[in-house]
């Protein structure tokens, strides 16, 4: 019975990735991280500025429109 079981065993002790390996993942997730972060914060800092643009020309029409 003990040996139908071996296979599993050998199994769990062998590592499906070297040191290495790991520690590359590690680095690229970090990267892509970073990426990520960069590029939400571009777009937040665009939407800010079209939102601004948007709503002073907004405020100048109303104000031209009440004048004239």
């Known amino acids: ?3 139908a079981h071996a296979p599993e065993a050998a199994a769990a002790s062998h590592e499906l ?3 290495h390996e790991l520690q590359e993942f ?3 997730d970090q990267e892509a991280g970073r990426a990520i ?3 939400l914060s571009v777009l937040f ?3 800010l500025i079209a939102m601004s ?3 002073g020309w ?3 029409a109303i104000l031209q429109d009440n004048a004239g």
């Open 45 to 47: 800092i665009y939407t």
């Open 26 to 28: 590690v680095t690229d």
């Open 37 to 39: 972060c960069k590029l």
């Open 17 to 19: 990735f070297e040191k």
């Open 58 to 60: 907004t405020y100048f």
């Open 1 to 3: 019975m003990s040996d």
């Open 53 to 55: 643009i948007a709503a």
